[in-house]
């Protein structure tokens, strides 16, 4: 029976552990980042490998025969380092990324490299923060910005002044992202081009209300590592 190392902690990585089950064994591995994570079917490992050479030695000692990286579109340490354990090990890698987002007739987008680029535009607003506790730090000590930053988990003390955090968890939907931009009189929404529907309701409330919208782009992934943005896709080049 093929072996396969699946990089996960998200929809993707839980939909692909089932669609390869039983026929395949699979192995999740989660960051631990996240409590209370969603676990996949399966067999599930948390922590780290310490660094691409634990990843490639884990590759060796387990016998896995593909490594798939279906981690969060962002996770550009992760992807590097998946990337240089895969070519270590010689086990075959493939990135498993859902497509981004798409801007759209009445949206009012502004797309931006880093972080650092999104925090520069920001000057004198009220601000609907979406881009992960880790963040918060490229935010801090802005000159007039009023922040509300949403997160699954709490971000590590201290908070920056000036940010307000809401603990929250998506799916979420249009009425209440509508709701939460009113109360908080926000004027523009930052995110980072994720993808995906659970969190899409905040780009629909934003182009009903006229709300900009500065999105910050998918870092780019490793020279020739080959990627798909859907499961089923993943799951024939596991087969293949």
């Known amino acids: 029976m093929r072996r396969v190392l699946i990089l996960g902690g998200t929809a993707e990585a839980r939909s692909l552990a089932q669609a390869l089950t039983p026929g395949v064994h699979v192995v999740s591995s989660l960051a631990g980042r996240v409590s209370r994570p969603r676990l996949p ?29 279906a981690t969060h579109p962002f996770a550009e340490r992760m992807t590097a380092s998946a990337a240089l354990a895969s070519a270590q090990a010689a086990v075959p890698l493939l990135v498993l990324r859902r497509p981004g987002w798409q801007e759209g007739p009445g949206d009012s987008w502004r797309r931006v490299a880093t972080l650092h680029e999104a925090a520069a535009l920001l000057a004198g607003q009220r601000v609907f923060l979406t881009t992960g506790r880790r963040s918060l730090p490229v935010f801090a ?11 699954v988990d709490p971000p590590e003390p201290p908070v920056p002044a000036g940010v307000h955090v809401l603990l929250d968890r998506g799916p979420y939907t249009v009425e209440g992202e509508l709701a939460l931009i009113r109360e908080h009189r926000l004027d523009v929404l930052v995110t980072k081009d994720s993808g995906g529907a659970m969190t899409t309701a905040k780009l629909v409330a934003a182009r009903e209300l006229g709300l900009p919208v500065i999105m910050v782009n998918r870092p780019p992934l490793p020279e020739g590592v080959r990627s798909v943005d859907t499961v089923e896709a993943a799951v024939a080049w596991v087969h293949g």
């Open 41 to 69: 079917v399966g067999e599930v490992r948390e922590g780290g490998f310490g660094g691409p050479e634990g990843l490639a030695a884990y590759l060796t000692e387990e016998r896995i025969d593909a490594l798939v990286d």
């Open 141 to 151: 000590g802005l000159p007039g910005v009023w922040l509300l930053a949403r997160s």
